[in-house]
């Protein structure tokens, strides 16, 4: 059985991707910060009869990269499937341009999680990920990231320029294309995806789009077969400008 980690995953888009994962019958470590809801929300799928479990995971502090790094290493002996899901939206608008007046623990605080935990989780568990036959390695960024979409005037989301939240998307995206190509003649593929405007915490009610429906991109790049891509930046499929 194949063994996933999907952090950030007690609530939105991580656990509709731990819940789609698992039912690929893939053993999902579900992460969370929030040992409370994150037991629960694995409680939940494992009463459908996935094999789904709890795992205590604070991408931003060292303590938990390297117990979570430890417990995978000793229970598994490898990680086939990292989603690097988790993330915060500390901007407080998503309309107008922040850049002005962004007070700068808001920038360290989005950076540690978004940009440095994701970062340093990412390169904790590469060992474990190249012990795998077929490591998959998931970034879940934005559109908001996208440098191309913020310099196209006639694109729907130019209007929407968060500065904390979009940078720490734009440095996940050079990370995922500057490990992409470290990991070439790896059997390791990374890629990043932006989910869709999704009805979360992050994207509030009025998006389009259902967390299980968000959650399509980053199972799709998961599962992806020895001969799909690595180093992309895609929304269900579809290439986005980095
Ligand atoms: N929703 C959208 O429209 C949209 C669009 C583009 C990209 N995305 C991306 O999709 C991903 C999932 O977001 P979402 O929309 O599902 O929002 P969400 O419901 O707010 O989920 C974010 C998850 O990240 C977790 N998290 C935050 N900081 C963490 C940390 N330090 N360690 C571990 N987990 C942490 C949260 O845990 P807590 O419950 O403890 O806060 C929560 O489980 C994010 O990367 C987001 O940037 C979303």
Known sequence: MKVALVTGANKGIGLETARQLAQHQIHVLLGARDAVSGQAAAAALHAQGLAVTFI???ISQEADIAAATAHIQQTYGRLDILVNNAAVFLDGEWYGNNVETVPPQVLRDT???????TVALTQ???PLLKASEAGRIVNVSSISGSLGIHLDTAHWFYQMKPYAYSASKTALNQFTIFLAQALQNTAVKVNATNPGWVQTAIGS???PLTPA????SSV???LLPADGPSGTFTEAGETLPW
């Open 56 to 58: 205590q995971l604070d």
């Open 220 to 222: 799709a790049l998961a």
């Open 111 to 117: 950076f540690d999680i978004n940009y440095f935990g």
């Open 213 to 216: 429906e968000g959650a399509r």
């Open 124 to 126: 904790a568990l590469l």
């Open 205 to 207: 009610d009025q998006a």
